[in-house]
């Protein structure tokens, strides 16, 4: 079995067919060539958010979570190792997880790890398919939204039709050690967590000075080919900011549930800080994914109360993220409908997000080992966070777009119910359909 990338997907794809015994060659390209926004030569590159997102058990990403887990999650295992506070959120200090990640996989007899771009999967047109693939029953391809050009040009040719892709944002890092701490303040949103985030207020001035300068920011343009399409749930905050007054202090600068001590009041907006190492050396702003030029970043974040000094450890930046049109391309095992022999994993394959990417990587690899031992798996139903992500991929061909799990993604309750109880109910009836597919399925085992 051959594994192309090894990010999160190809990772989770090869350590599930390792181990059922199958003996998986991973090919990554990294460190003989590197995308635009990777710099570590190990496995499972985290390049945006270090954080995986909420484990909560009453929202999807919290299940999917559960699900997870309860498959053998090699991702959500070495992120347990590695994973620094962040409230209800499950997020990693990034360079031990990609380390952790590493290590597991070399240290796998059934993995062999090959670092090689493979350039061509042979489909009309390319040069001939690389040599190393030769011999190998089946392809997955999991060489994320950042695949090499070759690559995705041979991937198109053999899905039938052009790649579709949106612009994803990255959020700057700052450095701990260059934060104002006489006007930021450590708190949790309704005191859900143990003061794991720091927290930046903001008054009505402030704010809107904040919001008329990202407006008035410079921003790195896109290249003269390419259509700009943002994926929704990473939208750059300039972007957000355009929408209307109010936007930021209704979204990524939201202050509900947030008391400043110092006033005792709730604040108008506030800019959230979330450790991205164990030392809380460096923290991410959360929600502030942007596409601004650099020295732009520095004014306009430097004008955000305790930022006025702040270190840019990263900053902020914007790569294009490539897809399928996977209702069209994909079949409903993941197999290309042009060649039935090549699978997709990950964020390539339509899904959004680190572990959404993990365990289309996972269940890929579960259902190619049942194969390969004569047996068919079935998907989990849809109402479970992972049977509707696998089902979003077959549904909305001519509007399709890359998804994060949502309850809205499931099935309909038949029944009128308020926030929080259709969230209970809706998490009460995935565990429960997972649990029945599971004990069918014999995965648990």
Not at 267 to 291: H, I, W, Y
Not at 315 to 330: C, E, I, K, Y
Request: charged letters at 25%; a neutral charge.
């Amino acid at each position: 079995m051959a594994v192309i990338g090894a990010g999160l997907a190809g990772c989770e794809c090869a350590f599930a067919l390792a181990r059922a015994g199958v003996r998986v060659t991973l090919f990554e390209m990294k460190p003989h060539r590197f995308s635009p926004a990777h710099t570590s030569p190990d496995c499972a590159e985290l390049v945006c958010s270090n954080s995986f997102r909420s484990s909560a058990p009453d929202c999807a990403i919290g299940l999917l979570h559960e699900e997870m887990r309860a498959l053998g999650s090699l991702c959500l295992a070495a992120a347990e190792t590695c994973k620094v506070p962040a409230g209800r959120a499950l997020a990693v200090d990034r360079k031990l997880f990609s380390g952790e990640m590493t290590r597991r996989v070399l240290e796998t007899p059934e993995i062999t790890l090959v670092r090689k771009e493979i350039l061509s999967l042979g489909a009309k047109g390319d040069p001939p398919p690389d040599p190393e693939l030769a011999g190998h029953e089946f392809i997955v391809v999991s060489a994320g939204p950042l695949a090499g050009e070759s690559l995705s040009v041979s991937l198109g040719r053999l899905a039938g039709e052009e790649h579709l892709y949106f612009y994803d944002a990255i959020a700057p890092v700052l450095d701990g050690f260059s934060l104002d701490m006489d006007k930021i303040f450590a708190g949790d949103r309704h005191d859900s967590g143990n003061g794991d985030y720091l927290n930046c207020p903001l008054d009505r001035e402030s704010y809107t000075a904040f919001r008329e300068a990202l407006l008035g920011a410079e921003r790195v343009p896109p290249r003269p080919f390419e259509k700009e399409s943002h994926f929704e749930g990473c939208m750059p905050i300039e972007t957000l900011a355009e929408r209307g007054f109010m936007t930021l202090a209704f979204g990524p600068l939201k202050p509900v549930g947030l008391v400043d001590p110092r006033t005792g009041t709730r604040p108008f907006a506030a800019l959230q800080l979330r450790a991205e190492d164990l030392n809380r050396s460096m923290f991410n702003l959360v929600g502030c994914q942007t596409k601004l030029r650099q020295s732009e970043q520095e004014r306009v974040f430097g004008l955000v109360p305790g930022l006025e000094k702040a270190g840019f450890v990263r900053f902020g930046s914007m790569h294009r993220n490539t897809f399928v049109n996977a209702p069209q391309a994909l079949s409903p095992d993941l197999s290309l409908r042009a060649r039935a022999d090549v699978f997709l994993a990950g964020q390539i394959a339509g899904v959004e997000g680190y572990a959404e990417s993990a365990a289309c990587g996972l269940w890929l690899g579960k259902r190619l080992a049942a194969g390969i031992r004569g047996k068919d798996l079935p998907p989990p139903p849809p109402e479970t966070a992972l049977g509707a992500l696998l089902m979003h991929l077959q549904s909305g061909a001519g509007r399709f777009q890359p998804s994060n799990v949502q309850f809205g993604l499931m099935p309909a309750l038949g029944r009128k119910a308020g926030f929080r109880e259709r969230r209970a109910l809706y998490a009460g009836r995935a565990r429960d359909s997972f649990r029945n597919w599971l004990e069918k399925s014999e995965m648990g085992r």
